[in-house]
């Protein structure tokens, strides 16, 4: 059993991303940050296994920054699971965004079409509505090209209030 997870972690290692996984987590009132496994960044599975299992009474939302390019959030809930993705055309390139479109049951149109049009938001804009970042506003954050994945979740953590929590599990990285 034991090389079986040596062996594990050696394949992840090999196919780690640069970026971070973080989870944030509302109770009481206060909100705290802590680093999920460097396979979220290269399986949604596991990303949401790991959110999951993170039991409180109030918000969960994973975060991911994936390789620099684009971002993903991740909300667990009752009857499932809300996703987000900041750039649908990702999925050419990237399994954890073809794996959130999977989830959402969307498809992108042809390889030649989506490398031709600009980057474009997919799944619940809404998902972080509840907690302070209306739709309209996620999808216009995440239409900032200019923009850099880690300052756009910068950006979300401090319309949400974990900026600082955020800041602190990112910078000890």
């Not at 290269?42 to 296994?49: C, E």
């Amino acid at each position: 059993m034991a090389v079986q997870s040596i062996e594990s972690r050696a394949e992840v290692r090999e196919q780690a991303l640069p970026g971070y996984a973080v989870a944030a987590i509302r109770e009481d009132g206060q909100w705290r940050c802590s680093r999920m496994t460097p396979e979220a960044l290269v399986d949604l599975d596991t990303a949401i296994t790991e959110l999951r299992e993170l039991r409180s009474t109030g918000a969960v939302l994973g975060l991911l920054d994936v390789d620099d390019e684009f971002f993903v959030l991740l909300r667990p809930t009752p009857g499932g699971i809300s996703l987000m993705v900041s750039d649908a055309v990702a999925a050419l390139d990237y399994d954890v965004a073809a794996d959130v479109l999977d989830l959402l049951r969307l498809e992108l149109p042809p390889e030649d079409e989506a490398l031709d049009s600009p980057p474009w938001p997919e799944g619940d804009l809404a998902i972080l509505a509840d907690l302070g970042l209306p739709a309209d506003e996620l999808e216009v954050l995440a239409g900032e090209v200019e923009l850099y994945p880690d300052e756009q979740l910068a950006a979300i953590g401090r319309r949400c209030g974990f900026a600082d929590a955020l800041a602190e599990v990112v910078d000890a990285r």
